[in-house]
């Protein structure tokens, strides 16, 4: 079975602060994804990775950033944490972007930003 | 922006009766997914049905997809209060390399 596996599952960080999310998959997968989820609103897509050192943003990028230095290793940078940064964030994987396949996801880190 | 769009948004039923969602799309799609999300947690996959396909099932889920009205409907049978759970589906549109879009969810309680 595929395992994401997300560094924390509760975090809370001050307004400015850089915050750190890491996420690390052990099957090989090539895409990587970052979500974050709020109530009403649905999974929104922050940003998404098809290989190393790639990236590409989602729906909502601003105020993130992300890295992918290592293929099993996704992460995610609020570069200044602000209230309206207050979620959970969702990492996901998956085998590539050209077959049917379904995505993986970690447990979620509940992020909350005084 | 959500192009599944889930409906009810919330059903609450008893131990032993089906539990039926639909979910809305605007695009072609290359396949439609349903995920289970306990409280707190992440989502779990649980069905995947491609473009062609116009019925799958899975143990106690029954998904069906119309391309032509852009919808698809998961059943749930005889259900526990382990099912108890948001419900959602995901579209992989065309062109667009596996980058899911999910709708909003059906909460689903189960009592026992």
């Known amino acids: 079975d595929v395992k994401v596996t997300q560094s924390s599952r509760y975090l809370v960080k001050r307004t400015g602060e850089k915050v750190f999310l890491e996420c690390v998959q052990d099957?090989?997968?090539?895409?990587m994804f970052w979500y974050r989820q709020d109530p009403g609103l649905g999974l929104r897509l922050i940003y998404f990775?098809?290989?190393?050192?790639?990236?590409e943003k989602g729906d909502i990028p601003e105020g993130y950033s992300v890295s992918r230095e290592k293929k099993e290793r996704f992460s995610l940078i609020l570069e200044s944490a602000s209230t309206n940064q207050t979620s959970m964030y969702l990492c996901?994987?998956?085998?590539?972007?050209?077959?049917?396949?379904?995505?993986?996801f970690g447990d979620g880190t509940r992020l909350s930003i005084l | 922006s959500q192009q599944g769009e889930e409906d009810p948004q919330a059903l609450s039923i008893q131990e032993g009766e089906n539990a039926t969602m639909n979910c809305s799309y605007k695009?072609?799609?290359?396949?439609l997914q349903w995920y289970r999300q306990n409280s707190g947690r992440g989502l779990v996959h649980l069905i995947l049905?491609?473009?062609?396909?116009r019925e799958k099932h899975s143990g106690r889920l029954r998904v069906t997809l119309d391309t032509s009205k852009k919808s698809s409907s998961l059943l749930i049978t005889a259900s526990r209060a382990a099912d108890t759970a948001s419900y959602f589906c995901?579209?992989?549109?065309?062109?667009?390399?596996?980058?899911?879009?999910f709708g909003g969810g059906t909460r689903v309680l189960v009592k026992p």
């Open positions: 049905i491609r473009s062609n396909e």
């Open positions: 695009t072609s799609i290359n396949n």
């Open positions: 099957m090989d997968h090539e895409n």
């Open positions: 996901a994987s998956s085998f590539d972007h050209y077959s049917n396949q379904p995505q993986h």
């Open positions: 995901a579209t992989d549109p065309k062109a667009a390399g596996n980058k899911l879009t």
């Open positions: 990775s098809y290989d190393v050192k790639m990236k």
